[in-house]
């Protein structure tokens, strides 16, 4: 099956790479992918496939399906598009987005060819960075009646999805009093006082977390000029942990210590998340061994994390609903460049990453085949998914 899948690819590789390309040259962030949505919709239509575009209240979200007979198992695969600001492409979205499109076209041709019951869905999944486009396609109802899901993403390295940390945004806001700094003083009240004390107190608390947690913040406003005590002052932290137990409790002390800082400053804050929260991914065995046997196959080593990786990603929200994985590729053989770099986004529009994407692609294909055609690989992903 896995040959079939890398012809049918094979045949779609020019406009799959005029697809890439074009996304690559066209960065678009959070929630602005307009030409990437429109441009990725055009090429599933050109190969016979009806788009719903826009949906589930998104502007730039997409949907496509697939089906044969009726009743059977209903696989999705998710494409991302969304660049970052400053650095386009430099978390390689335009490949997510190819990889998603060819896996799907793999997937649907091979399904009419080999008479295999059952759905693949194509979902277009804007804001990945920052925005949780997932997030809300999941509450709108994108995975309803959905078996399992899947995505690949570009990395430094191949491996199989070892999960990752659940992300909670948090924006704080002091409010202080402004005075002359030299010449009244004592009537002000310091908002950056607060923050700086915030940072101080999370500094600590860093001490006496878990390995698998991370807090990190920055200063966003915090005043104009020296000689004004400054009555306002934002910060903005993510609070992560591989392991969910753990985010209450991080909450908390982090609430906590904010308190701590109003009482030593006398300014009063206000705490509210600046985007949807992420959840930690849910890794799933016998797709990541589906996954990696089809890279194999393919002449790509594959790695196996034996830790959560400490970033996030929205498709976690997908993996705590129905059993997914979100594997890595590599852009690059000679370096390990790191994602959210300029390096990173110049090895998304190389042939090695391009190349790479397409084997993630059939990969992805043949997941989706399998769980629709083979019953016993379908009920064992879905015991992994219930013991987790
Ligand atoms: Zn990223
Ligand atoms: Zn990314």
């Not at 429109?38 to 016979?48: D, I, N, P, V, Y």
């Amino acid at each position: 099956m896995l040959d079939k899948i890398v012809r049918h690819i094979g045949a779609h590789r020019n406009e799959l790479r005029t697809l890439s390309d074009a996304l690559w040259n066209h960065p678009e962030t959070a929630y602005h992918e307009h030409f990437a949505s429109k441009t990725a919709a055009e090429l599933l239509e050109k190969c016979g496939y009806a788009v719903t575009i826009p949906c589930y209240g998104i502007e730039t979200a997409f949907r496509c399906e697939y089906a044969q007979g009726s009743g059977g198992p209903v696989f999705a695969i998710a494409s991302e598009y969304d660049a970052l600001p400053e650095i386009g492409h430099g978390c390689g979205h335009n490949l997510i987005c190819t990889a998603g499109i060819a896996a799907f076209i793999a997937a649907a041709e091979l399904m009419k060819e080999e008479g295999i019951s059952g759905k693949v869905i194509l979902l277009g999944t804007p804001a990945e960075e920052g925005g949780g486009g997932k997030v809300k396609m999941a509450a709108a109802g994108c995975l309803d009646g959905v078996d399992a899901a899947i995505m690949a993403h570009p990395s430094g390295i191949n491996c199989t999805d070892a999960g990752s940390t659940a992300n909670c945004g948090l924006e704080v806001i002091f409010h202080g009093k402004a005075a002359h700094a030299a010449a009244a003083p004592e009537k002000g009240i310091n908002a950056l006082d607060a923050v700086n004390l915030l940072f101080t107190g999370v500094n600590t608390f860093r001490q006496y977390i878990p390995e698998h947690a991370r807090i990190h913040g920055v200063i966003l406003d915090g005043g104009e000029v020296p000689n004004v005590i400054p009555d306002y002052a934002r910060c903005r932290f993510y609070l992560r942990s591989a392991d969910e137990s753990w985010c209450p409790v991080l909450e908390k002390r982090f609430r906590d210590i904010v308190k701590g800082a109003e009482l030593m400053t006398g300014a009063t804050a206000e705490i509210a998340p600046f985007r949807p929260a992420y959840r930690a991914r849910k890794p799933n065995t016998p797709m990541n061994m589906d996954y990696a046997e089809s890279m194999r196959a393919q002449g790509v080593e594959v790695e196996i994390p034996e830790k959560a990786g400490r970033g996030s990603s929205d498709f976690g929200n997908f993996s705590q609903v129905v059993p997914g994985i979100h594997p890595y590729f590599a852009v690059s053989d000679t370096s390990v460049p790191v994602p959210h770099s300029k390096e990173f986004a110049a090895c998304a529009k190389e042939d090695y990453g391009f190349d790479n994407a397409l084997r993630a692609a059939a990969a992805l294909a043949h997941e989706a085949l399998r769980f629709m055609a083979d019953p016993a690989f379908r009920e064992a992903v879905k015991a992994d998914f219930a013991r987790r």
